[in-house]
Structure formats: structure tokens, C-alpha cells
């Protein structure tokens, strides 16, 4: 069915057309082109003024009348020969209105008018190679909500990337690219497209509000806080700005509370506080890892290290350059005793920041984890680190007892060697932490090989040993 219209019609529509091109800042990142389309379309307006005066004729003394035909249609009062037949809209105007929709992202308006340029001129390859944009158009905006709804930003990205290589002028398509690089974490690409809108356009709320959005997920809340408010301030419908104005807020003030109870040293409420800010936005990678960091803290403080572990890795997975966390982890590994652990995380520390202090606490985890693939003489003997003389020989005395041999002569042949095995052990215990000089090069971490091997001690000689090997007879 062929597209007919009235002069009127085909006034308002190529007026639409020049509208579209002046306002919406087509190609405005190209501004010759910008000018050659321009120039293009105002030719088009002066082919409509061809048209009208096409219908002045003598009989019409006032030209007026005739463009009183254009704009308000027939008129009683005008002659019947001069309310003409309805005139074809040409399919190059249509062609160009197509143009202009498709290159503001209006798909479906581009394919209406690729569409009736093909109704008048079937065999048109520009119309159905523009079609063909438009409806390539409309499958990436389909894939691009799709995967909007599932959270897969990057597909997101892609598919707007392709979209704009057709529709490069279209706001709508980069704003939604902007937002989805924040949401991935990739911050200087978002501002800067939201940059570029805001030059075009200051009062852009969409581009305010991913510039917010950039802030808020770096962490720079109140500053994020001043774009959501501006960005509501020129659309105050603006739902996500309004979502993203309230999270941003409702996160300071719940952190700055955990803050303080953790100063005011009520750490229970601290940990409690510090869970509640990670519930109010999930997408708020930078602000949640320092969340978990902080709930940690107070984990150790509350003797929970496990869970501090947990929240340090958690801390660690949303923000893998967070150096605090890897130390917080690494002290908890070195306190309980996972010293593997503890000298991984000291060396991703060191490695990014060659710093003194951080040599310092790399040499300790690898001390502390040296001495723990040695025999663990304080366990040996079931004592502390702090353990005075007199408690090490007390503790010498009841291990020694309760390993000697001859306690356990009715045994089995395997639990003899076994308790024989710490036996021999309980006294190598003794023979370093009760000579001063060995257990202070025992507990920094030296070796003891060329200070021979275990020596039975004297006062085990004495008090456990007749000479026989046999324990004295204490009745």
C-alpha cells in the first residue's frame, strides 16, 4: 500500500526531519558531516517552498491562500481547482527520515520508513540495507535487556558497542554502555562516556547519574550524593538516581556507626553494624570489601579468626588489590599457626609495595614458618613459649614419667616403640629449653644440628636412671 500525504503532510514531515538533525545534535561528535546532513535537509525545505508555490496560480491573487492550503488543508473559500490531488512523499525523504531515526537509536521508527520506501521502490538496496540496521538494531537492544536482567554486564557492553556503530548519536545506547562498565568496575570508561554526554548536554540526568554511580562505587560517597541529587534536580522521577541517592546515604551512616562502636571498643556492635551496611547494596564492590575488612578487625578482636579469615578473603575476592586485607589475613594465619598461609599473603603484600615494614613482616612469617617444621619442643612438653625453668622441669618430669619404658613393658611391641619414640623426644625437649643457650637459638629460629644431637640429660640420669636403665625404685 503506497504512503500518500497532502502538501501539508509532506511540509510537516520534512520540517519534523530538519527538527530531528537541529535539536538532537546529530553527529555532533563529527561536525562536518553534522553540517553536510544539515545542509542536505534545508535543501528539503526549499523543495517544500517549490511545492507550494507550484500551486499559486493567477486565478489565487494572494499567495497567502496558497499557503493557507498548505498549513490548514482546503478552504471553502478557495477556488476547487486549487484544492489539488494528495502528493506522494518522496521515498528519498523517507529514506533520510529512516536515517535520522536510525541513527538516534529509533529502530523501530527507522524500520517503519526503510519500510515504505521499499513499499514505493521495491528494489531500493540503500532501504534494504538500512532495514536490515535497524532491525540488527532491534536484536541487540532484545539481547542486551536479556542480559541486563541476568547481570551479564559485559554482553551488555558488546551488544551496545555494535548498536552505536550504527546508532552513534543515540544517548540512550552509550548510557546504558556507561552504567554497565560501572557495574563491572571500570570506572575511567564509564565517566568518560558520561563525560561526553554532559559536554553535549549538562542537564543530562541519565549521564548525571552514572557519574554518581562511578563515584559511589569508589568510594567517594559524598561527592557521588551531589550528581544523584542534581541528576533528580532535572528528572525527579528518576528511579534508579533516586535507588542510588538513598543506598549511598543509608551505607555512609551505617559504616560511619560501625566505625564508632568499634572506637567506642563495643565490638559485638561494631561486627553487628558492619554486617547490616553489606546487606543494603551488594554492587558496591569497593565499599563491601572495606565492610569485610573491617568486620574482620573486629572478628579478631572477639577471638573469631576464623571467621576474620573469611572476611578478609571475602574482602580480598571483590577487591584483589585491598593491601589491608592480606595483612589482616596474614595475621590471622600467623596466630593460627597456618604460617604457610600467613608468608603467601606477606609476599602479595611485598611484591606490590616494597616497602620496610612489609620486608620486615615477610622475614617473621618465614621464621615463624621455619620453626614450625621443627619438632615443637613447648608441645613436646605440654608448656607455653613463657614456660619458666622450674615449670619446664616439672613438666620434663611428669612427660618423662609418663613415657618411660618400663611403664609400659606389658605393652604391645608397637606401643613400646611408639612411647620409647617420645620418650627420646620428651628428653630432647629438655636438653634445648633447659640450657639457655640452646633454647634462645631454638626460639629465634636457628638451627641446633652442630650443637649435636639429644644428649640425656643429667638430671634425667639422675632422678629417672640407675645406670641400668631401669627407673629407681621411689618407695
Given at each position: 500500500m503506497?504512503c500518500?500525504?497532502?502538501?501539508?503532510d509532506?511540509?510537516?514531515y520534512t520540517?519534523?526531519?530538519?527538527l530531528?538533525?537541529?535539536?538532537?545534535d546529530?553527529c555532533?561528535?563529527?561536525?562536518?558531516?553534522y553540517?553536510l546532513?544539515?545542509?542536505?535537509?534545508?535543501?528539503?525545505?526549499i523543495?517544500?517552498?517549490?511545492?507550494?508555490?507550484?500551486?499559486y496560480t493567477?486565478e489565487?491573487?494572494?499567495?497567502?491562500?496558497?499557503w493557507?492550503y498548505i498549513?490548514s488543508?482546503?478552504s471553502?473559500?478557495?477556488?476547487?481547482?486549487?484544492n489539488p490531488p494528495?502528493?506522494?512523499?518522496p521515498?528519498?525523504?523517507?529514506l533520510r527520515?529512516?536515517?535520522?531515526?536510525?541513527?538516534?537509536?529509533?529502530?523501530?521508527?527507522?524500520?517503519?520508513?526503510?519500510?515504505?520506501?521499499?513499499?514505493?521502490e521495491?528494489g531500493n538496496?540503500?532501504?534494504q540495507q538500512?532495514?536490515?540496521?535497524?532491525?540488527?538494531?532491534?536484536e541487540?537492544?532484545?539481547v542486551?535487556e536479556s542480559?541486563?536482567?541476568?547481570?551479564?554486564?559485559?554482553?551488555?557492553?558488546?551488544?551496545?558497542?555494535?548498536a552505536l556503530?550504527?546508532?552513534?548519536?543515540?544517548?540512550?545506547?552509550?548510557?546504558?554502555?556507561?552504567?554497565?562498565?560501572a557495574l563491572?568496575?571500570?570506572?575511567?570508561e564509564?565517566q568518560?562516556?558520561?563525560?561526553?554526554?554532559?559536554r553535549i548536554?549538562?542537564t543530562?540526568?541519565d549521564?548525571l547519574?552514572v557519574?554518581?554511580?562511578?563515584?559511589?562505587y569508589?568510594?567517594c560517597i559524598?561527592?557521588?550524593v551531589?550528581?544523584?541529587?542534581?541528576a533528580?534536580?532535572?528528572?525527579?522521577?528518576?528511579?534508579?538516581?533516586?535507588l542510588?541517592?538513598?543506598?549511598a546515604?543509608a551505607?555512609?551512616?551505617?559504616?560511619?556507626e560501625?566505625?564508632?562502636?568499634f572506637k567506642d571498643?563495643?565490638y559485638e556492635?561494631?561486627?553487628?553494624?558492619?554486617?547490616?551496611?553489606?546487606?543494603i547494596?551488594?554492587n558496591n564492590?569497593?565499599?563491601?570489601?572495606?565492610?569485610?575488612?573491617?568486620?574482620?578487625?573486629a572478628?579478631?578482636?572477639?577471638?573469631?579468626?576464623d571467621?576474620?579469615i573469611e572476611?578478609c578473603?571475602?574482602?580480598?575476592?571483590?577487591d584483589?588489590?585491598y593491601i589491608?586485607?592480606?595483612?589482616?589475613?596474614?595475621?590471622?594465619?600467623?596466630?593460627?599457626?597456618q604460617?604457610d598461609?600467613?608468608?603467601?599473603?606477606?609476599?602479595k603484600?611485598?611484591?606490590?609495595?616494597k616497602t620496610?615494614?612489609?620486608k620486615q613482616?615477610?622475614?617473621?612469617?618465614?621464621?615463624?614458618?621455619k620453626?614450625?617444621?621443627r619438632?615443637?619442643?613447648y608441645k613436646v612438653?605440654g608448656?607455653?613459649k613463657?614456660?619458666?625453668?622450674?615449670?619446664?622441669?616439672?613438666?620434663?618430669?611428669?612427660?618423662?614419667?609418663?613415657h618411660h619404658p618400663?611403664r609400659?613393658s606389658?605393652?604391645?611391641?608397637?606401643?613400646?616403640k611408639?612411647e620409647?619414640?617420645?620418650?627420646?623426644e620428651?628428653?630432647?625437649a629438655?636438653?634445648?629449653?633447659s640450657?639457655?643457650?640452646?633454647?634462645?637459638?631454638?626460639?629465634?629460629?636457628?638451627?641446633l644440628d652442630?650443637?649435636?644431637?639429644?644428649?640425656?640429660?643429667?638430671?634425667f640420669?639422675g632422678?629417672?636412671n640407675?645406670?641400668?636403665g631401669?627407673?629407681k625404685d621411689?618407695?
Amino acid at each position: 500500500m503506497k504512503c500518500q500525504a497532502n502538501v501539508k503532510d509532506f511540509f510537516e514531515y520534512t520540517i519534523r526531519i530538519y527538527l530531528l538533525f537541529f535539536f538532537e545534535d546529530v553527529c555532533v561528535e563529527k561536525p562536518l558531516k553534522y553540517c553536510l546532513k544539515l545542509v542536505d535537509h534545508v535543501l528539503v525545505l526549499i523543495q517544500v517552498h517549490q511545492v507550494a508555490d507550484r500551486w499559486y496560480t493567477p486565478e489565487c491573487s494572494n499567495p497567502n491562500d496558497a499557503w493557507h492550503y498548505i498549513i490548514s488543508g482546503p478552504s471553502p473559500s478557495l477556488s476547487p481547482s486549487l484544492n489539488p490531488p494528495p502528493v506522494l512523499a518522496p521515498p528519498q525523504g523517507h529514506l533520510r527520515e529512516g536515517k535520522c531515526h536510525l541513527s538516534l537509536g529509533n529502530a523501530m521508527a527507522a524500520s517503519r520508513c526503510f519500510q515504505k520506501v521499499l513499499e514505493l521502490e521495491p528494489g531500493n538496496m540503500q532501504a534494504q540495507q538500512e532495514h536490515k540496521n535497524a532491525s540488527s538494531i532491534l536484536e541487540f537492544e532484545r539481547v542486551a535487556e536479556s542480559g541486563f536482567e541476568k547481570r551479564d554486564f559485559r554482553k551488555v557492553v558488546y551488544c551496545m558497542d555494535r548498536a552505536l556503530g550504527v546508532a552513534s548519536a543515540c544517548h540512550r545506547f552509550k548510557i546504558l554502555k556507561a552504567e554497565c562498565l560501572a557495574l563491572l568496575g571500570r570506572y575511567p570508561e564509564a565517566q568518560s562516556v558520561a563525560s561526553d554526554i554532559l559536554r553535549i548536554d549538562s542537564t543530562n540526568a541519565d549521564a548525571l547519574y552514572v557519574r554518581g554511580l562511578c563515584l559511589y562505587y569508589e568510594d567517594c560517597i559524598d561527592k557521588a550524593v551531589q550528581f544523584f541529587v542534581q541528576a533528580l534536580r532535572m528528572a525527579p522521577d528518576h528511579e534508579k538516581a533516586r535507588l542510588a541517592c538513598r543506598n549511598a546515604k543509608a551505607l555512609k551512616a551505617k559504616k560511619e556507626e560501625g566505625n564508632q562502636a568499634f572506637k567506642d571498643c563495643s565490638y559485638e556492635a561494631a561486627y553487628r553494624l558492619y554486617t547490616e551496611a553489606l546487606t543494603i547494596d551488594p554492587n558496591n564492590i569497593k565499599t563491601n570489601a572495606k565492610l569485610y575488612c573491617n568486620r574482620g578487625t573486629a572478628g579478631v578482636k572477639l577471638t573469631k579468626l576464623d571467621q576474620a579469615i573469611e572476611d578478609c578473603t571475602s574482602a580480598i575476592k571483590l577487591d584483589p588489590t585491598y593491601i589491608k586485607a592480606y595483612l589482616r589475613r596474614a595475621q590471622c594465619y600467623t596466630d593460627t599457626e597456618q604460617y604457610d598461609d600467613a608468608v603467601r599473603d606477606y609476599e602479595k603484600v611485598y611484591q606490590t609495595e616494597k616497602t620496610k615494614e612489609h620486608k620486615q613482616l615477610l622475614k617473621a612469617a618465614q621464621l615463624e614458618l621455619k620453626k614450625s617444621k621443627r619438632k615443637d619442643y613447648y608441645k613436646v612438653l605440654g608448656i607455653g613459649k613463657n614456660a619458666t625453668d622450674d615449670e619446664i622441669k616439672k613438666a620434663y618430669r611428669k612427660r618423662a614419667l609418663m613415657h618411660h619404658p618400663d611403664r609400659h613393658s606389658a605393652a604391645t611391641t608397637e606401643v613400646q616403640k611408639e612411647e620409647e619414640k617420645k620418650f627420646k623426644e620428651v628428653g630432647e625437649a629438655f636438653t634445648v629449653l633447659s640450657d639457655p643457650k640452646k633454647k634462645c637459638r631454638y626460639d629465634s629460629g636457628h638451627d641446633l644440628d652442630d650443637d649435636g644431637g639429644f644428649a640425656e640429660s643429667v638430671f634425667f640420669r639422675g632422678y629417672f636412671n640407675d645406670g641400668t636403665g631401669m627407673m629407681k625404685d621411689r618407695t
